[in-house]
């Protein structure tokens, strides 16, 4: 049995650990998709924040010129013929002109755009839409092409991206702080964290490209990671609770089956000694001439009588804990404890004394009338004194105490027996639990005392409690409302 329960616990603890790693794999998953998410939502507002600038910066200082001369297709170039609106094209008239700056490179080139407008503000929104496509493909265009608006590499600052994409992201609920870097299209990109998020490169007019990081998002991630972390944890510690109540319980059942057989087995015996002893009785009346012997046979009808009476008494035993668990009615009156208390061990004293054990009773107080049934009573402080002569072993003391206070009147009974483990004492008021005792073998019983003691006393508007340590002795406490 105990190789099995072992291996059950293995079992369960394997389950548990088998969990864990589960939980944590799934929570390294979702982490991993948070960070993805992150990124896809950070890149494209680093985009749409970068474009939006350029945008601002491109109409933000636009003065309506008019050139004489230049024609209103002047831009109308393959790139841009299909644009859907022709309106504006009509409207704007665009020079281009390219200055340098001591650089052969078309790279080092510094170039001027003017755009000249006709000022109809009707135009603006398509406007907007052509200067975009028109600045991210300047570098395709043939050099002697005619442009519109004025801009140089100073005009986006790294800073004022950084600033203003750090606001964006508080606003959509990412309070992160990026890095933003401005390089050359051929000048060699600076080393960015290993650890960090990196932002898609953005290129501008003329040959920039602007680079972004975020590096210290990991707390933010964690905070999101939250509730998937606190649901992970739950469900272990629920999964985990309930696999040791099963085997909590299944350990209970197997102590209950061993009782349970320890009790068929008392049972059988204390049933089987008395109808043996009835049917040995009966048969020397009948075979060996006892009936005609007078005082033999009144000596073997009155071992029979006391072998039915007892077996009587054990029926009785078993039925009364039935009718205490049916909850029935029972007459209540008031009656002295302390009297009641002395009339049962009046009744043990010479079993006290010629087992030679060490008595005390003490009582303090001068009332002690409470509501109740005097057999049930009875029955309780029997049970209590009966236990603690069974189970005194070496040193064999017994001390009654009763005590009156205000509004309670208490009884200890405590003995200097075997003790009771500390692992039953929370299950010895329930019934048929008996705590097993290899070196006891005279003591029988089937598990009902305490459990009625418990039962009574509740019934009373008691309480009950148990002090013990196992070799030491054990003390039971008895507590009533007194009237």
Known sequence: MQKKNKLYLVLMIGSIMVLILVQFFWLASVYKDYKNSLKQETRLLFATTVTGMLDSLVLKDLNPVFIP???????????????????????????????????????????????????????????????????????????????????NRESLDPKLIETRFNEILAENDCPLEAKVRRYEVMQETGPIPSNAISLEEIRVPFGTRIVGYIEAYRGFLLKKMLNPFLFAVLVVLFISWSMF?????????QRLNLLK?????????????????????????????????????????????????????????????????????????????????????????????????????????????????????SLVIFNLLDNAIKYSKDHK?????????????????????????????????????RVPQQDLHDVKGYGLGLAQVAAITQSHGGK???????????????QFQKI
Do not use: C, W
């Open 69 to 151: 001369g230049i024609p209103d297709t002047a831009f109308a170039s393959p790139k841009f013929r299909n644009f859907p609106f022709q309106d504006s094209l009509r409207g704007v008239r665009i020079e281009v002109t390219r200055e340098s700056n001591g650089n052969d490179t078309i790279f080092g080139s510094n170039r001027q755009i003017q755009i000249i407008s006709t000022g109809n503000p009707g135009f603006a929104d398509s406007l907007r839409r052509v200067f975009r496509p028109l600045m991210m493909g300047i570098d395709s265009l043939k050099e002697d092409r005619k442009f519109t608006f004025r801009m």
């Open 245 to 253: 109540a099963m085997y909590s319980n299944m350990l209970k059942q």
């Open 261 to 377: 057989n320890d009790i068929i087995s008392n049972i059988t015996h204390e049933l089987k000694t008395p109808v043996s002893t009835v049917a040995i009785v009966l048969e020397s009346l009948e075979n060996f001439g006892a009936k005609d012997n007078m005082e033999t046979r009144k000596e073997y009808i009155q071992i029979a009588k006391n072998e039915l009476i007892r077996l009587t008494a054990m029926a009785e035993n078993i039925l009364k804990s039935s009718v205490l668990e049916k909850d029935e009615k029972v007459n209540f009156r008031p009656l002295e404890l302390d009297v009641l208390l002395e009339e049962r061990i009046n009744s043990f004293r010479p079993m006290l004394e010629s087992q030679s054990f060490e008595f005390s009773y003490q009582k303090e107080g001068q009332q002690f009338k409470i509501y109740g049934n005097e057999e049930q009573l």
């Open 397 to 433: 003391s017994i001390h009654v105490h009763l005590h009156e206070s205000d509004h309670k009147i208490t009884l200890k009974i405590s003995d200097k027996g075997i003790g009771i483990p500390e692992g039953y004492q929370k299950e010895i008021f329930e019934k048929f639990i």
């Open 464 to 478: 009950i409690s148990l002090d013990s340590q196992l070799g030491k002795g054990s003390t039971f406490t008895l």
